[in-house]
C-alpha cells in the first residue's frame, strides 16, 4: 500500500558540514561537504518559504556546526521571515554572547546542545577539542541567561554510558528542560567506528533502569526522551518515522534527502533543491517514493503485521549491514541477516575502544 503523502513535519537543513569537534559518532558522511559547496543564506531563505508553504512547522538549523557559518544570523531571520519555529543544533563551542544576541534578535527560537559527556576529560577526549566542554557548560548558561528554551542533547554509546546518572545531573544543573539521550546510529563516521562505540547488554541495562527512575522522579523539571540503540533490539524502529514521511534533510550543497544518511545509497539520484522546488522534490521525486509505503517490501516484512508500524526500518541500515537497501532491517530478528548484529557485538566486545576521529579530509589513520 502507497499510503498518502502528507507534508513534512520538520525541516533538517545541514547548514555547514564543517565543525571544531571531531566526533567518532557523526552521523554526517565520510566524504564531507566542502565550504565551497555550501547554498547561500538567500538560498535557504527561498527554501525556508518552500517548506513554510508546503507544510513544515519546525526547521532545525544543523551541521557539522551551524555556527561554522560567518552569515548564521541572516539565515535565522530568514526562517523567522517564513514563520517557521528555529531550533539551533549546535555544539556551543564557538557562539559568544554577543553573538547569541544577534541569534535572538534575528528569530531564533530553541538551542539544542549537544554533550560527549558529563566529566571535561572525557567529554574533550570524544570530542576531540580540548576545552571544548567548559565552552559548552558556558555556553548553555548563556542560552538561559538570554530567555531561550534549551534541549541538551548526549549521544550514548559505550564510552560515556555508565554516567549517564552524571549527565542527567549535568542537565539539570544547566537548566535545559528537556534531554534527548540517542544511542548511536551508525551511519556515517560511527559506522567507521562501530567496534569502539557498541555498548555492552549489561550498559544497556543499567542505563534503562537509570532513565526508567529518573522520569518519575524529574517529572515537571526534565522531559527525558530516549531514542533506544538498535543493535540490542529484536525488532527495529520506524527510521525517520518511515521514508518520506515526516522529515527532509538538505545538505549543506542543495542535496534533499528523506534521511542524513540516505547520501550513501547506491542506485539514487537525490533532487538538489538549487534546481527543485521543495513540494515536487518531496511529493513527486523518484527518491522519497522509493521506499513510501509496503509495495517495495520483501518478505518477511511483505507478510508481517508490523510493516505499517515500523516500515521495515531503516534502509541505510539495510544497506550498511547487507549490501542491499530494499532488505528487511537486520535489527529484526525476522531478518535473514539478524546474526550480523550478534557478529558486530562480539567484535565490540574485544575492541580496545580505539576509533578513528572525524575528520574534514579523511586520514589514513587516527586513533583517539
Ligand atoms: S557529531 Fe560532533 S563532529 Fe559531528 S557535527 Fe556534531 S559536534 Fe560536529
Ligand atoms: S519483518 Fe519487517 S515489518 Fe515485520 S517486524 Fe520485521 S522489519 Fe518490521
Redesign the pocket.
Known amino acids: 500500500m502507497t499510503p498518502a503523502v502528507n507534508p513534512p513535519l520538520g525541516l533538517l537543513a545541514e547548514l555547514t558540514h564543517r565543525c571544531p569537534l571531531r566526533c567518532p559518532y557523526c552521523s554526517n558522511p565520510l566524504e564531507l561537504e566542502q565550504a565551497a559547496q555550501e547554498l547561500s543564506a538567500a538560498e535557504w531563505g527561498r527554501v525556508f518559504q518552500e517548506a513554510a508553504e508546503l507544510g513544515v512547522l519546525q526547521l532545525h538549523l544543523s551541521g557539522g556546526e551551524p555556527a561554522a557559518r560567518r552569515d548564521l544570523e541572516a539565515i535565522a531571520a530568514q526562517a523567522s521571515a517564513a514563520g517557521l519555529y528555529s531550533n539551533l543544533i549546535t555544539s556551543g563551542v564557538s557562539i559568544d554572547a554577543r553573538r547569541l544576541a544577534a541569534l535572538v534578535e534575528a528569530g531564533l527560537d530553541h538551542v539544542q546542545l549537544s554533550i560527549q559527556a558529563a566529566d571535561a576529560a572525557t567529554a574533550d577526549r570524544i570530542g576531540g577539542m580540548p576545552g571544548g566542554h567548559g565552552r559548552k557548560l558556558a555556553f548553555a548558561r548563556m542560552v538561559r541567561e538570554a530567555g531561550l528554551p534549551l534541549t541538551v542533547n548526549a549521544v550514548l554509546h559505550r564510552q560515556n554510558l555508565d554516567s549517564l546518572p552524571a549527565i542527567i545531573d549535568l542537565a539539570l544543573d544547566l537548566g535545559a528542560t528537556r534531554l534527548e539521550l540517542a544511542h548511536v546510529q551508525y551511519h556515517g563516521w560511527a559506522y567507521q567506528n562501530r567496534a569502539a562505540l557498541l555498548p555492552s547488554r549489561a550498559q544497556l541495562e543499567a542505563a534503562t533502569a537509570t532513565i526508567a527512575a529518573a522520569r518519575p522522579a524529574l517529572r515537571g523539571r526534565l522531559v527525558i526522551d530516549d531514542v533506544a540503540p538498535d543493535y540490542h533490539a529484536q525488532?527495529?524502529k520506524a527510521c525517520m518515522g518511515g521514508w518520506g514521511s515526516t522529515v527532509m534533510v538538505v545538505t549543506p550543497s542543495g542535496q534533499a534527502l528523506p534521511c542524513h544518511a540516505a547520501a550513501g545509497l547506491p542506485g539514487f539520484t537525490f533532487p538538489n533543491v538549487r534546481s527543485n522546488p521543495l513540494r515536487a522534490i518531496w511529493r513527486d521525486s523518484e527518491a522519497f517514493n522509493r521506499f513510501r509505503g509496503t509495495a517495495w517490501?520483501p518478505e518477511?516484512?511483505r507478510g508481517?503485521?508490523?510493516?505499517e508500524?515500523?516500515?521495515?526500518?531503516c534502509r541505510c541500515q539495510a544497506f550498511a549491514l547487507t549490501g542491499d537497501a530494499t532488505a528487511?532491517?537486520p535489527?529484526?530478528?525476522?531478518?535473514p541477516h539478524h546474526a550480523l548484529l550478534n557478529a558486530a557485538l562480539e567484535e565490540a566486545a574485544t575492541s580496545d575502544g580505539s576509533f578513528q576521529y572525524r575528520e574534514m579530509r579523511r586520514q589514513p589513520a587516527s586513533v583517539g
Request: charged fraction near 35%.
Open positions: 525488532r527495529p517490501m518477511p516484512c508481517c503485521d508490523r510493516r508500524e515500523d516500515w521495515g526500518g528487511t532491517d535489527v529484526c530478528a525476522l531478518s
